[in-house]
């Protein structure tokens, strides 16, 4: 439904649609890009493309990505955990940015018992950062 009308784009060499955690949606779509050797396109070239060739609304990328290399498995399938674990720290730095605070560290961790948790560092904090992720369905824990 999104990957294949981003591969319709004559420089995209690899698409991988992903959910990027929503506060209020639970997610929305966001999909990654491989550009074909030698090719151009910008995020908003591309976010205008799938608009016009995506035909339901509701998968309309929210963000697009676009990465030297996508992430592989050893039989070069493409790694969407990674894709996912990257917007989900996108998520997180976004919110810390709207927030005001700044960030030592991040990191997206799969607990077989608690599911996605992420793991954050920040210099200065008083509860908000901690209250803003509360929002979203991953886990999260102060280190």
């Known amino acids: 439904m999104i990957e294949e009308p981003m591969h319709g784009h004559p420089a995209v060499a690899l698409a991988a649609a992903v959910g990027r955690p929503d506060a209020h949606a639970g997610e929305v779509p966001a999909v990654y890009v491989q550009l074909r050797p030698g090719a151009t396109a910008t995020p908003a070239e ?3 493309w799938a608009q ?3 035909v339901e609304r509701a ?3 929210k963000e697009v990505k676009i990465l030297p290399t996508l992430p592989t498995t050893p039989v070069g399938k493409i ?3 990674a894709l996912t674990d990257m917007e989900i720290e996108s998520v997180v730095q976004d919110e810390a940015r709207s927030a005001g605070i700044s960030l030592r560290s991040c ?3 799969r607990d077989p018992q608690r599911g996605i948790v992420v793991r954050w560092a920040a210099d200065q904090d008083d509860g908000a950062l901690a209250q803003r992720l509360g929002r979203f369905t991953f886990q999260t824990e102060r280190v």
Do not use: E, G, T
Request: aromatic share 14%.
């Open 46 to 48: 591309l976010q205008d």
């Open 52 to 54: 016009a060739h995506i």
């Open 107 to 109: 990191s997206v961790l």
């Open 59 to 61: 998968a309309w990328p």
């Open 79 to 81: 790694f969407k955990p």
